[in-house]
């Protein structure tokens, strides 16, 4: 688990630039190969995706993209297919308990076409929930924690320089009587028991609260209008003020996060979104409640929408829900010692 | 804004319509979590351990210097010796059906404990002295599945409702060991131990596992099909002959007494690593599994 957290942490920005070292690196000047120098190139001179726009308006490139690895899409792992929403609605029919199911329009990222005809069922169980503002609060509250050390050092008078010795003798003066200024009763001096140590703040949240926050995160940013589902993160232009000016016509809010399937992203919102800080993207791995909330608008794609009604329907209804749930509320022990093994 | 028409989460979902967004700031926990804690009594009234365990001492505990039968003049609590008390969880026969119509069970195959813990619905934990399940008539009206159980407890209803369809019912003991080995069957082999040999009943439960009426593991076989007739002719209806291939195979698949698993005999070790069993040659150790 702790290892799916580290990964979630990571902002898609960051594993953009991880990416990007490799993918980047190897833009070679065609007059410089023979000298043997790379160039970096910066961002501003990605390759635009082929057929659009941007790539009519800057046809000739200083820089050849050759790095097989990337540019061979069959090599690259990609995420698994999520199922679709027939298969979904199928495989858990909504409870007679549950809400009503939602609807939401399929739009898309392209000015000409912001909306398609398409109307998308969304399951009342992740979509309507009854929602849990303090169930939200844990969740922002461990996620903050978590991952929060402590790397206090407070000195204790031993481990500090020694001073002057006696501030004064011991007998004659009429004041009180002290051997150091280092004593934990003078001012700047040593600490007892204080932190010497990393201190770790790691818990988990049960298994519960952490799949019931991801779903009254979903159910109340849909009943506020800010959850929008998107065919693909595909847009026409790299240009930072095409989708800025998408985002303001459009109504939605101004701090957005786009969610896909895939974390490596459309090369074009990548480039446009790089520079602007209120617009970010994330894989669907990495959704969680924090970022929700610190985002005003989210923005899914059909497939994440689909990963995430999938998994999250898995975790309310898998038959070992309650031995996960009781197990994810017990701390970890090692293995008992078994004489009778021995 | 009238809501009252509405469910709780759909008034909770059309209010937040209304309300500003929700966001990282303006979420708050409950008011009760961030209650102080109570602070103990403190100086006389503070009481030591041994008096709290006075007052909430278990269920059925002698405490005290003076034992029970000189300090209470009258006959035993209710709820003496609760702790050792062997316990049978009850499961209901409209449960077991619901089971085989979701397709949870499968009926082609002899239904024992560990078949229905895998399910999750019925849970089992033998650390509480839980012995296994007592079969309940919940719903034998309605009961239509031809299944072969073996079960630890069971009521004449119960079987009956079992025996009316074709099928058939075995109420056997099992020692906590084996118990809790059928509880997790995969959680047992990974210790690496050896199957155990079931123990016998106790005494005060061979009476209920001799009992032909019971459907016991130990009655003569010939007392449990007279009993077929009777109990069918108790509760009026024909008992369905055995001479199905799927109860002939059901037949055969009966339990040793010291018998945990199907088809796993006592004293061997499943790997579930090398995909193999081990049994054992030591000429000691098979006399003592075999015995």
């Not at chain 1, 992203?265 to 979104?273: E, G, L």
């Amino acid at each position: 688990m702790f290892q799916i957290c580290r990964r979630a942490c990571q902002t898609p920005r960051n594993v953009l630039r991880l990416l990007a070292v490799p993918r980047y690196a190897s833009f070679k000047a065609p007059d410089a190969a023979a000298s043997n120098e790379t160039v970096v190139s910066d961002l501003d001179q990605i390759p635009a995706e082929p057929g659009t726009a941007a790539s009519s308006e800057r046809p000739s490139r200083r820089f050849v993209f050759h790095d097989e690895d990337l540019d061979n899409e069959s090599s690259r792992i990609r995420p698994p297919v999520p199922p679709s929403r027939e298969t979904i609605f199928r495989q858990y029919p909504p409870e007679s308990l549950a809400g009503v199911t939602r609807y939401a329009w399929l739009e898309t990222l392209d000015a000409s076409e912001p909306r398609t005809d398409r109307l998308l069922a969304l399951h009342p169980e992740i979509w309507a929930a009854r929602p849990r503002l303090d169930n939200l609060f844990h969740n922002v509250e461990w996620q903050l924690w978590y991952k929060d050390v402590w790397y206090t050092h407070e000195r204790n008078p031993k481990q500090m320089p020694p001073g002057i010795g006696r501030p004064w003798p011991q007998k004659g003066t009429g004041r009180a009587r002290h051997r150091t200024i280092r004593s934990p009763l003078w001012v700047d001096g040593g600490r007892c028991h204080g932190a010497q140590n990393p201190r770790s703040h790691f818990y988990m949240l049960p298994y519960m609260n952490r799949l019931n926050g991801l779903i009254h995160a979903l159910s109340v940013k849909f009943a506020q209008d800010d959850v929008h589902i998107v065919r693909d993160l595909h847009i026409p232009s790299p240009d930072p003020e095409y989708i800025e000016d998408f985002i303001e016509n459009q109504g939605w809010s101004l701090s957005t996060l786009f969610v896909d399937t895939d974390d490596i992203m459309p090369a074009n919102i990548t480039a446009a979104t790089e520079k602007i800080n209120h617009f970010n993207l994330m894989p669907v791995y990495g959704l969680n409640v924090h970022s929700m909330f610190y985002h005003s608008t989210l923005v899914l794609t059909e497939s994440a929408l689909n990963t995430i009604e999938s998994k999250l329907l898995f975790g309310l209804h898998r038959t070992d829900r309650t031995d996960v749930a009781i197990n994810s509320m017990r701390t970890p022990r090692p293995p008992k010692f078994d004489y009778r093994t021995y | 804004m009238t809501l009252g028409h509405l469910s709780s989460a759909e008034k909770a979902l059309a209010m937040l319509r209304h309300l500003p967004r929700v966001s990282v700031n303006n979420l708050a926990k409950l008011p009760t979590d961030s209650l102080p804690k109570k602070t103990p009594l403190r100086g006389a009234k503070n009481r030591n351990k041994r008096d709290m365990f006075k007052i909430w001492s278990p269920l059925g505990w002698e405490g005290g210097s003076s034992p029970i039968f000189k300090t209470t003049p009258v006959e035993v609590s209710y709820n003496y010796g609760y702790h050792a008390q062997r316990q049978y969880p009850p499961m209901s026969l409209k449960t077991l059906q619901l089971l085989i119509d979701t397709g949870r069970l499968d009926t082609h195959h002899p239904i024992d404990l560990a078949t229905l813990c895998q399910t999750k619905v019925y849970r089992l934990d033998p650390n509480l002295r839980q012995f296994g399940v007592h079969l309940t008539a919940e719903g034998m009206d309605g009961f239509k599945a031809k299944v072969h159980l073996e079960v630890q407890w069971a009521s004449q209803e119960a079987i009956a409702a079992v025996e009316r369809n074709g099928g058939s019912l075995v109420t056997a003991y099992f020692d906590i060991f084996s118990v809790k080995a059928l509880a997790d069957p995969i959680a047992f082999f990974k210790t690496g131990q050896p199957i155990p040999r079931r123990l016998t009943p106790p005494a005060d439960a061979v009476g209920y596992y001799m009992n032909p009426a019971n459907r016991g593991y130990l009655a003569d076989p010939t007392k449990v099909a007279e009993e077929r007739v009777l109990l069918a002719q108790k509760f009026g209806y024909s008992v369905p002959p055995l001479d199905d291939p799927v109860s002939q195979e059901a037949q055969e698949l009966i339990k040793d007494p010291r018998q945990v698993f199907y088809g796993l005999q006592p004293g061997w070790i499943v790997s579930l690593a090398d995909k193999r069993i081990y049994k054992p040659l030591d000429e000691e150790l098979v006399k003592h599994y075999n015995s």
